[in-house]
């Protein structure tokens, strides 16, 4: 059976397809080498899984709105069923059973993709295609476009155009549909439970590695296909590097350790942020931080709703963390200074979310076509991060102050009138967080 999630997105984006009178050629990802013969796990890419559900790499989707009242046509290129590459490198669906089991109207052999695109785009003027992610296909597009003018004859129009379909298909990608919504669901329900589970697991003389572990156990071990993205387990001044990585150093009491690791849940992304005391316990300066950046996120969702320009999020949790710093002697002068200057960025540089969804950083536009902020829609969704991080080498703050970096973060869903957190059942409040501290790990199987 299709999945009517994917043949609900491929419908909507062929309607797009016919009102601008193009067709559309989305290839999924190519394999990639991580060392010598091994490769990196395939991932397909968000668009391609967005109008496929299809997960095997050697494939291409040719979307065909119908000419003259004609249906409109998907065709899926996909790698034909062998049974020695099978029993090496695993099970293919094949030409035979894709229409039936993905909904296209059509299968085709990849290894033919080239040789039947010049007969599928006879009479089309407009063909979408993304440049600049594949070198060798980028080649063999311009190679058939110089080839259908040059052998356009009679009343067959060669095409004109080359379009990016990422516009048009990315901005459907911003609404999520139910179906879509109870997978970002089960994406952070999941990813909510990992963060309490650490909460409750991580003591001191830990390794951040073994933060890692368990998150990626936790996710696996659902059934889930991993990590969204590389996660971040920031112990002590570690978490003043935004995006660290490396995940190898000790945890010591007294230190903070930050978590910013989300699940992937049919390729969804969730995004989560939780800041916790190594040893169970905030001191004073990580306790006053952190109920700063706490303010500052409950303070920026409480404005999300349909209508109000997406960096009004990001203007609310600016003015709260700014408060914060000015009233702990953090910052000096006063808020309009601060922020006039900028002298802020120096502890909250980054801003304060991104869209989420297939992506974690999901795609989309953040500005009207007129360049305005734009508002909030019904079906968005997005993450609130804010966070204060002071350099463990700023000399000019007192030194108790340094090498403190906190963030919280959530998952926010805009709904027909305010919003719904998704990633709730992690805590975060002060108490809450140092009572799932305080409570016995959950044993690990
Ligand atoms: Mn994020």
């Known amino acids: 059976m299709s999945d009517s999630l994917h043949a609900l997105h491929r419908a909507r984006f062929l309607n797009l397809l016919a009102e601008r009178d193009a067709v559309a050629i989305i290839p999924t990802a190519t394999t990639k080498t991580r060392n010598d013969d091994a490769d990196y796990l395939f991932r397909p890419t968000s668009d391609f899984w967005y109008l496929t559900g299809f997960k095997e790499p050697g494939s291409c989707l040719v979307l065909l709105p119908g000419l003259e009242g004609e249906e409109h046509r998907a065709v899926l290129f996909l790698r034909e069923r062998d049974k020695v590459s099978e029993t090496w490198d695993g099970r293919r669906l094949g030409l035979e059973r894709a229409p039936d089991a993905l909904g296209v109207d059509a299968a085709m052999d990849i290894k033919e993709l ?21 070198d060798v296909a980028d080649r063999r597009m311009v190679e058939l476009f110089s080839s259908l003018r040059d052998h356009a004859r009679g ?39 990992a963060h309490s589970a650490l909460m409750r697991h ?25 990590a969204a993205y590389n996660h971040i387990c ?10 660290y990585i490396e995940n190898d150093q000790p945890l010591k009491d007294g230190d903070l350790l930050l978590v910013d690791s989300g699940a992937e849940w049919h390729y969804y992304a969730s995004d989560i942020t939780r800041t916790f005391p190594v040893g169970g316990r905030f001191t ?42 000015l009233e702990h002697g953090l910052l000096k002068g006063t808020r309009e200074e601060a922020l006039e200057s900028g002298s ?3 502890f909250f540089m980054h801003k304060t979310g991104h869209y989420l969804g297939l992506d974690v950083h999901d795609c989309g536009r953040y500005l009207t076509a007129s360049g305005a902020p734009r508002p909030l829609e019904q079906g968005m969704v997005f993450t609130v991060e804010p966070g204060i991080y002071v350099d463990p080498e700023n000399m000019d703050v007192d030194a108790r102050w340094r090498g403190i970096g906190i963030r919280i973060e959530d998952d926010v869903l805009v709904t027909e009138d305010g919003h719904e957190v998704l990633t709730t059942a992690a805590p975060k409040s002060v108490a809450a967080v140092e009572a799932m501290c305080a409570a016995q790990p959950e044993p690990q199987g």
């Not at 920031?234 to 995006?243: D, E, K, V």
Request: charged content about 25%; some cysteine.
């Open 344 to 346: 802020y960025r120096e």
């Open 234 to 243: 920031a112990g002590g001044a570690n978490a003043c590097i935004l995006h």
């Open 155 to 193: 009343p067959v129009e060669p095409p004109t155009e080359l379009l990016d379909p990422a516009p048009a298909l990315h901005e459907l990608r911003v609404i999520k549909s139910d179906a879509e919504l109870d997978h970002m669901r089960r994406s952070a329900e999941l990813a909510a439970s």
């Open 114 to 134: 080239w040789t039947e695109l010049p007969k599928l785009l006879a009479g089309r003027q407009r063909i979408m295609w993304r440049f600049g992610d594949d």
């Open 284 to 325: 004073p300066e990580q306790r006053a931080l952190y109920q700063v950046v706490l303010d500052a996120e409950e303070a920026a969702i409480a404005v999300a709703a349909p209508g109000v320009p997406f960096d009004r999020i990001h203007e609310v949790a600016l003015g709260v963390i700014v408060d914060g710093l």
């Open 202 to 226: 991580i003591k001191p003389g830990m390794n951040e590695c073994e933060a890692e572990a368990l998150l990626d156990h936790h996710y696996r071990s659902a059934g889930s296909t991993g």
